[in-house]
C-alpha cells in the first residue's frame, strides 16, 4: 500500500521566484488536504479538495497561493512572489470516502525563502 | 471556533517510565472528532489514533492508551513503560464530523525518553 507522496522533499527558493508543490494522494482517496507547518508550531489547514472540487480555503491562503487537482487524482500547489514568511514544512494529506477514518500525511515539502 | 490546547511543551523521560500527554480542546459542535499523530525526527506525521465524541470508552494499544472525558473536554494520551523510539512530537487534533473535516491541531508535545 503506497502513502502519500510529495515532491520536491525540499526546496530553496530566492524571495520573488514562484514555487509549486505536487501531492500524490493513497489510491481511492478521494479527499486530499493541504497544510502548512511553522517550526515549533502544529500544522494549519490551507484547502481542501473532494475529488477535483475546491471546497474549502483557509483565510491563510493568500492570493499569492493556488492550488489545484485536475483530475481528482494529484494536486499542486502553487506560490507566486515568495515572501521569506512562506518558509514552511507544506504538507499534504489525504483521506478516503465514506466516515472519517483519519487524514494520511505525506513527507512534507520544506520550503526556504532566502 | 475549534481550539486544541496542549499545555505542555516539552516532556522528559528515562527509559520505562510513564508518561501522560495532555489534550484539552475547544467547539460548539456536538458531534466531533479527536486524533492523535506523532511527528518523529523524519518529519512525517504519524496517525495514531482516532476517537468519536460519543464514544468515551477508554483505549489501549499496546504500551499506548488514550482516556476521552467530555465533562471535561480533554483528550490525554499515555505511553506506558516509554522507548527511546517513542521520542517524537505528539499532536493532539479536533475536526467536526462534516464532509470537509479538516483538523484544527495543538502546538505538539516534544517528547524525549532517554536511555
Known amino acids: 500500500d503506497t502513502g502519500v507522496s510529495q515532491d520536491p522533499r525540499h526546496k530553496i527558493t530566492k524571495r520573488g521566484q514562484n514555487v509549486t508543490f505536487r501531492c500524490d494522494p493513497i489510491?481511492?482517496?478521494?479527499?486530499l488536504y493541504w497544510y502548512r507547518q511553522t517550526l515549533g508550531q502544529g500544522p494549519e489547514f490551507l484547502t481542501y479538495?473532494?475529488?477535483?472540487?475546491?471546497?474549502?480555503k483557509s483565510r491563510l491562503l493568500s492570493d499569492r497561493f493556488s492550488a489545484e487537482r485536475p483530475k481528482g487524482s494529484f494536486s499542486t500547489l502553487e506560490i507566486q512572489r515568495t515572501e521569506q514568511g512562506d518558509s514552511a514544512m507544506y504538507l499534504c494529506?489525504?483521506?478516503?470516502?465514506?466516515?472519517?477514518?483519519?487524514?494520511?500525511f505525506g513527507p512534507g515539502t520544506r520550503l526556504t525563502v532566502l | 471556533a475549534q481550539k486544541v490546547t496542549q499545555a505542555q511543551t516539552e516532556i522528559s523521560v528515562v527509559e520505562k517510565e510513564d508518561v501522560t500527554l495532555d489534550c484539552v480542546y475547544e467547539?460548539?459542535?456536538?458531534?466531533?472528532?479527536l486524533f492523535w499523530y506523532k511527528q518523529p525526527p523524519s518529519g512525517e506525521l504519524v496517525f495514531l489514533i482516532r476517537?468519536?465524541?460519543?464514544?468515551?470508552q477508554n483505549e489501549i494499544s499496546g504500551r499506548y492508551s488514550w482516556n476521552f472525558q467530555k465533562s471535561t473536554s480533554s483528550f490525554n494520551f499515555t505511553i506506558t513503560a516509554s522507548q527511546v523510539v517513542d521520542s517524537a512530537v505528539y499532536f493532539c487534533?479536533?475536526?467536526?464530523?462534516?464532509?470537509?473535516?479538516?483538523?484544527?491541531f495543538g502546538k505538539g508535545i516534544t517528547l524525549s525518553v532517554r536511555p
Open positions: 489510491s481511492e482517496h478521494n479527499r
Open positions: 494529506a489525504s483521506a478516503p470516502p465514506g466516515r472519517l477514518r483519519g487524514q494520511f
Open positions: 487534533a479536533l475536526s467536526a464530523t462534516g464532509a470537509n473535516s479538516k483538523l484544527t
Open positions: 467547539t460548539r459542535d456536538t458531534t466531533y472528532y
Open positions: 479538495f473532494q475529488n477535483e472540487a475546491q471546497l474549502e
Open positions: 476517537r468519536n465524541s460519543f464514544d468515551e
